[in-house]
């Protein structure tokens, strides 16, 4: 079964610091690029940021641009995403999702399967 | 930054045919896809390169792009389709992903 697992969520204070984790499994991770996409409480989904398979190529949106990294481990089938100087506006659930088509060359692409997310909140 | 504008709200009764719409500058030369999202669950794939349907989404889904707008339509609405909806798409570079505000379908 195709399936992601995100992981590392929790509370955090405004300019602090946090690692997202999302373990894959049920394919061949190191073929598929990968994105994370937000949702915050009660809103719509947020393009976050996307890798390419070989970790080569990296794309943020400008909201997390500058604060937010994202990397991949083909090797440990994990892909992360290192958020720092966070705010309020980064309270949000995260969703690690797989780019569906191989060698799309960026998030132009369908998501499938995403992940069941976990949650982030940016609070003092 | 680009944006893609989705109407907040649809309502039909049941059986009837939703439409939803998104539009964005750059609909032209990119494909438009189309999320289901019901509430507390991850979102899930119902339409693909603006017009192909996955695996296990049922035939009363359909979508369409023409222009600067892209459709999902679903034919004969029923009550487990209420959800939010969502349209995704790129900017014009294909290197930054965007979704639309998300369409409330209410069927009832």
């Known amino acids: 079964e195709v399936q992601l697992v995100e992981s590392g969520g929790g509370l955090v204070q405004p300019g602090g610091s946090l690692r997202l984790s999302c373990a894959a499994s049920?394919?061949?991770?190191?073929?598929?690029?990968m994105n994370w996409v937000r949702q915050a409480p009660g809103k719509g989904l947020e393009w976050v940021s996307y890798i390419s398979s070989s970790g080569s190529t990296i794309y943020y949106a400008d909201s997390v641009k500058g604060r937010f990294t994202i990397s991949r481990d083909n090797a440990k089938n994990s892909l992360y995403l290192q958020m720092n100087s966070l705010r309020a506006e980064d309270t949000a659930v995260y969703y690690c999702a797989r780019g569906a088509r191989i060698a799309a060359a960026g998030p132009d692409n369908w998501f499938d399967p995403w992940g069941q997310g976990t949650l982030v909140t940016v609070s003092s | 930054s680009y944006e893609l504008t989705q109407p907040p709200s649809v309502s039909v009764s049941p059986g009837q045919t939703a439409r939803i719409t998104c539009s964005g500058d750059a609909l032209p030369k990119k494909y438009a896809y189309w999320y289901q999202q019901k509430s507390g669950q991850a979102p899930v794939l119902v339409i693909y390169e603006d017009s192909k349907r996955p695996s296990g989404i049922p035939e009363r889904f359909s979508g369409s792009s023409s222009g600067t707008m892209a459709t999902l339509t679903i034919s004969g609405a029923q009550v487990e389709d209420e959800a939010d909806y969502y349209c995704y798409s790129t900017d014009s570079s294909g290197n930054h992903g965007v979704f639309g505000g998300g369409t409330k379908l209410t069927v009832l």
């Open positions: 049920g394919f061949t991770f190191s073929s598929y690029e």
